[in-house]
Structure formats: structure tokens, C-alpha cells
């Protein structure tokens, strides 16, 4: 499938949610939506969709990076005054009455300063939209798990590279540190997320900052970090034990592994997310260690780090076909550390498949 092909199929569906809505513009604020229905990877831009074209606005400083980037739209690029001034003119020349924007990522004198245009004041009908291009990122098309499985790639590297580095004394952001320079070495453009790496009883935080915890024999190491590779987000944590684990290190580790098989097993299409998550809940309960479970089980992945569907006890969500979601079950017991295994995993029917493929166990070795 060319790349020209990928980015229309991609705007069709959006126009034809447009059309049914009635819709005579859409205005696309979101960088990452903007990034999905045209290849733009810059900082600035605005997209208006309406159901004959796509019309894309930035500014002079990306005027030859937009040539070779963006797909299927009319591209306006200014060198001076505001991207509103280009707005306004295109309004001037259309007939557009109903007239949408998105309402998650407009702030509310955006919209006023919008709806203040010349060309836009009158007989107009404003509404927000919720999730119309997040909707159709939910399921993820052969081109993004593919950047998915380069991105999730990265990560194996960097771990297999890391282990060597883990010995006694060592500190939290000296790992820290050599994550970071591994992550550009094996080709990721940064890491997806700010990177977790924790030490001893500290790994009971779920989301802790690396600090000058120092290692010691026996201790916890838990890493949760990502890499970006064509603007796709890998997500995986792995724990394990400095030197020898003692027997209630390896039974909870095991619990914990043992959820997170049982969390990939029920990740079917056409599942709730919520039974989803109670799957892998369940092990951990009738473990005793259900009370030390204390987030949802997991999130989509993609061109953010966080993105739909949630998988947790309340989420309304289904899984579908081609979602890319992580299943993260963990403990965490204040004062004597905290265990996470994560693997993104596209929900397939049968068995899906785990994006990252690093050691697990609580005792890993490199190579």
C-alpha cells in the first residue's frame, strides 16, 4: 500500500463521518491528529477537512519540510500575520455553515478569537467534536504496527544492552542515563516517555523519578521506559533482581507473570476492556495480592503514549481487531518494593501478539 494511498484512506473515513454529520468543516487542532491524517511530523499546524478537500496551514519555517511531508491536502503556508488571516480567507470564499472543531484540544479563546473572523461572524453553526480522529486511530493500520513492532525493537536492544551496566553501587540515574544515549544509538528519535528506572523497596512507586538510589545485592531493579521511532510509541517494563532473589521475590514475580498472560489470553477482539483487566486481576487476588493492584491493567498505544482504548474495572471500551494496548499488571507493597511486567500486544483473534520480546523473568541475562 503506497504512502499516498495509507493517508486517504485515513481522511476518507474522517469526511465520511463528516458527511453523516452534516459537517461542512472541521478544524483539526491536534498535532498528532493532524501528524495521522497527513505525515506532518513539525510543531505547528492547522488542518480544515471539509468533504471536497483538506486544506493544510503552517507557517514559512516549514515550507520545504511540508513538500515532501504532507499527503493528500492543499497545502497554504504564511510568512506573515497569523494562520487565522489564511483562515479568514478561505472562509471568505466558501460556503460553510456548520461548522466543527475539536473540542478536546480548543481552548476556549482560540475559539473566540475564530469565531471573531470577519469571514466566520454570522449565521454559523459551532459544535465540538469528541474523539472523531482518536476514534479512527483506535485501530491501527499494517503501516503503524509496523512502526510499532521497529519502535518495540528498539527497546529489546537497549535492554539486552543494559544489563551488562547493572552492578553494585550503581545509581538510579546512571542508568538513567545510559538508557538515554542506548535509546539514539539504536535509532529511536527519544524516548515515548519520561524513563522510570527504580531501585530496591523505591520500585513500590509506580510512577517514580529515578534519583541517587544506589544498587545493592538482593535489590529490585524495575525499568519502564519507550522509544519513539517514526513518531510510533513503544511502552515496556520489565523488574527484576539484582543478584539472588529469595522465595517471595520469585513467588510474587511469578504472580505477577502469571496476570499478565492471563490479562494477554483474554485480549480478544470484540472483549470488554473491563473483562480484560478482571482477567488478570483475578490471578492477583486469589494470590492475596489484589489490594496491591492499584491501577487499570492497561492503555492503547500509539502515536501517543497514552492514547484509547483504557483497559481498567470501569472502562466502557471494547477491544477490536488491530488495537494496540498494554497489558501491565503489578503489585506494589510500600516498604518492600513493587513488580511490573509490560508488553504492548496487538489484540489479534487468537493469540496476540507482544510487541516486545525481552527477557521477563526475575532474573534476566544479557544476550
Known amino acids: 500500500m503506497s504512502v499516498e494511498s495509507v493517508y486517504a484512506a485515513r481522511a476518507g473515513r474522517l469526511v465520511d463521518r463528516l458527511r453523516s454529520e452534516g459537517v461542512d468543516l472541521l478544524w483539526v ?21 471539509t468533504p471536497k478537500e483538506s486544506i493544510f496551514i503552517t507557517d514559512g519555517r516549514y515550507r520545504e519540510q ?53 469571514a466566520l461572524r454570522g449565521d454559523f453553526e459551532w459544535f465540538p467534536t469528541l474523539g472523531w480522529v482518536e476514534n479512527l486511530r483506535l485501530q491501527k493500520d499494517e503501516t503503524e504496527i509496523e512502526a510499532l513492532r521497529r519502535s518495540s525493537q528498539v527497546v529489546d536492544r537497549v535492554f539486552e544492552a543494559l544489563l551488562p551496566v547493572f552492578r553494585t553501587g550503581v545509581t538510579e540515574r546512571r542508568i538513567l542515563r545510559k538508557m538515554m544515549n542506548l535509546l539514539w544509538d539504536h535509532g529511536a528519535t527519544g524516548p515515548s516517555f519520561d524513563p522510570i528506572v527504580l531501585f530496591g523497596a523505591r520500585s513500590s512507586l509506580p510512577h517514580g523519578k529515578p534519583g541517587d538510589g544506589v544498587l545493592a545485592e538482593g535489590d529490585w531493579v524495575l525499568l519502564d521506559f519507550g522509544a ?27 504472580w505477577v507473570a502469571q496476570a ?16 480484560v483487566d478482571e482477567a488478570a486481576r483475578k490471578v492477583l487476588t486469589d494470590a492475596g495480592l489484589g489490594d496491591a493492584f492499584i491501577h487499570g491493567l492497561g492503555h492503547g498505544v500509539g502515536l501517543e503514549i497514552h492514547e484509547g482504548p483504557r483497559l481498567a474495572s470501569t ?23 513493587g513488580i511490573r511486567i509490560e508488553d504492548a500486544v496487538v489484540v489479534r483473534s487468537g493469540v496476540g501478539e507482544k510487541l516486545t520480546s525481552c527477557d521477563r523473568s526475575i532474573d534476566p541475562s544479557a544476550g
Open 66 to 118: 511540508v513538500q515532501s511531508e504532507v499527503q493528500g491536502c492543499r497545502i497554504r503556508v504564511f510568512t506573515k500575520g497569523f494562520w487565522t488571516d489564511v483562515l479568514n480567507e478561505e472562509a471568505g470564499g466558501a460556503s460553510w455553515k456548520r461548522v466543527a472543531y475539536e473540542g478536546d484540544h480548543t481552548s476556549c479563546n482560540g475559539l473566540t478569537k475564530v469565531q471573531a473572523l470577519p
Open 260 to 275: 499478565q498472560e492471563a490479562g494477554v489470553a483474554a485480549a480478544q477482539p470484540g472483549t470488554p476492556c473491563k473483562e
Open 315 to 337: 472502562s466502557p471500551d471494547t477491544l477490536q481487531e488491530g488495537m494496540v494496548v498494554t497489558i501491565e499488571p503489578g503489585v506494589y507493597l510500600p516498604g518492600w518494593g
Open 228 to 254: 519513539v521511532v517514526e513518531g510510533y510509541c513503544s511502552d515496556c517494563t520489565r523488574t527484576f533482581v539484582f543478584g539472588k532473589a529469595d522465595k517471595e521475590q520469585r513467588e510474587r514475580h511469578a
Open 29 to 49: 487542532s491536534n498535532l498528532p491528529n493532524i501528524r495521522y491524517l497527513t505525515g506532518f511530523t513539525g510543531s505547528s499546524a492547522q488542518l480544515l477537512v
